[in-house]
């Protein structure tokens, strides 16, 4: 024994019980919330009631016109040469979102090509543009 002092030693063990439950009760959170998660097309009528978003001023927005002409904000595109296009814009900036907005006259088929050059283009975030719902007194 050492003569008027005690040896001390560190307590090296962790205490692991409220890691566990910690990492239990989000096992459960997110076991609930997984399913929820599912990700699906945004789709929007032409013509909805709901209040119009802000948009901010930077947003590309692309536009098929009655005759099948596709924009990108203000420059013409044919299919072929719309989705390299867009996969330069969005590498920089890929969680920014990308509005579609078409002419109600144009062909479902029409619109749900321009679509699927959209998601080709590895772009997730695709808005609808409509009309708002007029109301009469």
């Known amino acids: 024994m050492v003569s008027g002092k005690q040896s001390r030693t560190a307590l090296a063990d962790i205490n692991v019980t409220p890691l566990v439950d910690v990492m239990l009760v989000l096992l459960i959170i997110f076991m609930i919330t997984a399913p929820m998660l599912q990700q699906g097309m945004d789709v929007e009528l032409p013509v909805a009631s709901g209040k119009p978003q802000p948009s901010a001023e930077d947003e590309l927005i692309l536009t098929v016109t009655k005759t099948g002409v596709i924009y990108l904000n203000q420059t013409a595109y044919s299919l072929t040469d719309l989705r390299p296009k867009l996969q330069a814009i969005y590498r920089d900036r890929p969680d920014q979102r990308l509005l579609l907005r078409a002419d109600a006259a144009v062909a479902y088929g029409t619109v749900v090509e321009v ?20 109301v009469e007194p």
Request: aromatic content about 0%; overall charge negative.
């Open 115 to 134: 679509m699927d050059v959209v998601k080709q283009a590895g772009i997730v975030q695709l808005g609808m543009i409509t009309q708002p719902e007029t």
